[in-house]
């Protein structure tokens, strides 16, 4: 059976009647069609199939969008719809549903062969497969990776079938692929971490390095460049970002690396050659602890040291000179223990700043004889020579770094509270007369702005009980002493506090005990920065590192 208009082609003449309904419901399919148009505001009937295929291959509608939003049908080219026409749409949308949704089945039955798909099939080719390596109608992004085969078959991101192309859908920002990336193998991982090593203890020393470094491993060549990012300020740390690239399998693999420059304040302590007749006792340190040599340890049952931090140094044992009672490695050495490390050099010459460094008159002071300093918590200091009698001056500080500096042979003598970033250099001594703190107190205020470096080439100093006065001893400060750091007549039986919130680095140190035992606490601080002008050393470590190879197809 057929449908009645089916029968009328195997006519060889049509009856009149049946010609006439014809075109009369031709007619009425036509208005339809043109009142329908009018309504949703559109100018051609191809703009209602246009509407429709914009549905079909959009990204997915998003939230909060109505259904009657997502299919508006856009302005004619170079027309501007009028708020009046959306509300038209609107009111028109209810009687209009079903023909429209009819037309975008029909549409989209005709508009759906395989190299058209839907955004949500269009983008699913960026997606992570598992793929049988052996079957020749997938392509892989990157076959393999380094030296390990189940690393190798682990590494496979990315699959795009030959015969289907990649169709564009939504805005050009949004469709750039994103790189693909894969993970090391453990054989490259392990071979770079061995470069990292060298890179980070000898990078100032490699002539070489500017243009670039080339090597091969199990075959296979590698190029490393290195870009050099000198500190913002006098108070910024160095950094060095290095790219690693190699080519396999036609993909050239890359991955970055960020370096940074210790200075000697991103020690918590530091030391150049333990004294031998010093011991670490009743003494607790919070943050990274390095030393060039051995270093002695002594406990007992009431008492033991304490390292937070991790523990380096270029002996190969810790030597434990006094004990009388067994405890466990893991309960002093809190944060780790590294033996045989290789020596960090204390820089031969220090100077408080560059010759190109932008310094200005009033951010120095040099004191041509041995001064005593007082700072005022309200940004000022006090100064007076310490074997005179003339009257003492006062100097307001500027918003700006100050430094204040001693001549050859010149001792400087200091105390008080600092409101501001201050450098205290001397080529000879510096002696710490009383509590010397900061106005901000940074264990209470993470962002607080004061910083003191005390630098000298020879000795830092606590001066003797009389002078300090009774009590614990507060210091906040980064300490640098090439030569050595003392307490002065430490046998005096006090047994208080000797307090340090910063850091200390020096070439030796003197026992503290049993005038002091001391906490060293470390200024978090002094991560991201250091007071101003601050020793660097020689060494870098690796500040960050994804561990990932960024995947590129060679043309």
């Keep these: 059976m057929s449908l009645p208009w089916q029968q009328a082609q195997r006519c060889d003449v049509m009856p009149r009647p049946i010609t006439i309904a014809i075109v009369f419901s031709g007619a009425i399919h036509l208005a339809l069609f043109v009142i329908v148009d009018w309504l949703l505001n559109s100018t051609a009937l191809p703009s209602i199939s246009s509407a429709v295929l914009l549905v079909t291959i959009e990204a997915p509608q998003t939230a909060g969008a ?99 192309p990649n169709l564009v859908v939504g805005p050009p920002e949004a469709n750039r692929p994103v790189p693909a990336q894969a993970a090391l193998s453990p054989v490259q991982k392990k071979m770079l971490d061995r470069k990292l090593k060298e890179w980070t203890e000898n990078l100032r020393s490699m002539p070489d390095v500017a243009s670039g470094l080339t090597w091969k491993h199990k075959g296979q060549e590698y190029l490393a460049r290195f870009t050099h990012l000198p500190a913002a300020d006098n108070m910024g740390i160095e950094r060095v970002i290095v790219e690693i690239s190699t080519e396999e399998h036609g993909k050239r693999l890359a991955s970055k690396v960020h370096l940074k420059r210790l200075a ?179 264990e209470e205020i993470p962002d607080a702005d004061d910083y003191l470096g005390l630098v000298s080439d020879k000795y830092v100093d606590i001066a003797q009980p009389e002078i300090t006065g009774p009590g614990d001893l507060l210091v906040n400060a980064a300490i640098y002493a090439k030569r050595r750091f003392a307490v002065r007549r430490y046998r005096f039986r006090e047994n208080a506090l000797l307090y340090l919130y910063g850091s200390l680095s020096v070439g030796s140190l003197s026992a503290t005990e049993p005038r002091y035992y001391t906490r060293i606490r470390f200024d978090q601080r002094l991560e991201k920065l250091r007071p101003p002008g601050f020793p660097m050393t020689d060494r870098y470590e690796v500040e960050s590192w994804d561990t990932t190879w960024n995947v590129e197809t060679i043309e």
Excluded at 100 to 119: D, F
Excluded at 298 to 311: E, I, N, S
Excluded at 328 to 347: A, E, H, K, M, N
Aim: proline share 6%; aromatic share 8%.
């Design 66 to 164: 109505t259904a009657d939003e997502s299919r508006a049908v856009p302005a004619a080219e170079g027309e501007i719809a009028s708020p009046a026409s959306h509300r038209r749409a609107s009111l028109a949308s209810d009687r209009t549903s079903e023909i429209v949704q009819a037309t975008e089945m029909m549409v989209a039955a005709e508009i759906r062969p395989r190299e058209l798909q839907t955004a949500t099939e269009a983008t699913s080719f960026v997606n992570p497969v598992a793929i049988d390596r052996e079957d020749s109608a997938v392509e892989t992004n990157i076959a393999s990776l380094g030296d390990d085969p189940e690393a190798a078959a682990a590494d496979v991101i990315t699959t795009i079938s030959p015969g289907e």
């Design 264 to 442: 000697f304040s991103n020690y918590a302590q530091f030391v150049n050659r333990w004294d031998p007749d010093v011991e670490i006792h009743n003494d607790e340190l919070d943050g990274r602890f390095h030393s060039n040599t051995a270093i002695n340890l002594a406990y007992d049952r009431q008492v033991q040291p304490l390292f937070h931090g991790k523990v380096t140094t270029t002996s190969r044992s810790i030597n434990v000179t006094n004990s009388r009672w067994l405890t466990r490695r893991d309960d002093i050495f809190v944060g780790g223990l590294q033996t045989g490390v290789r020596s960090i050099r204390l820089p031969k010459q220090f100077l408080p700043f560059p010759a190109e460094s932008e310094i200005v008159d009033d951010q120095v002071q040099l004191f041509r004889e041995d001064t005593r300093i007082t700072f005022v918590a309200d940004g000022s200091y006090v100064w007076q020579p310490a074997d005179s009698r003339s009257p003492p001056q006062v100097v307001i500080m500027s918003g700006n770094t100050m430094y204040l500096i001693a001549d050859r042979k010149v001792h400087l003598y200091v105390k008080g509270t600092v409101n501001g970033k201050v450098l205290i250099y001397s080529p000879e001594r510096i002696v710490i007369e009383d509590d010397l703190v900061y106005e901000q107190n940074p």
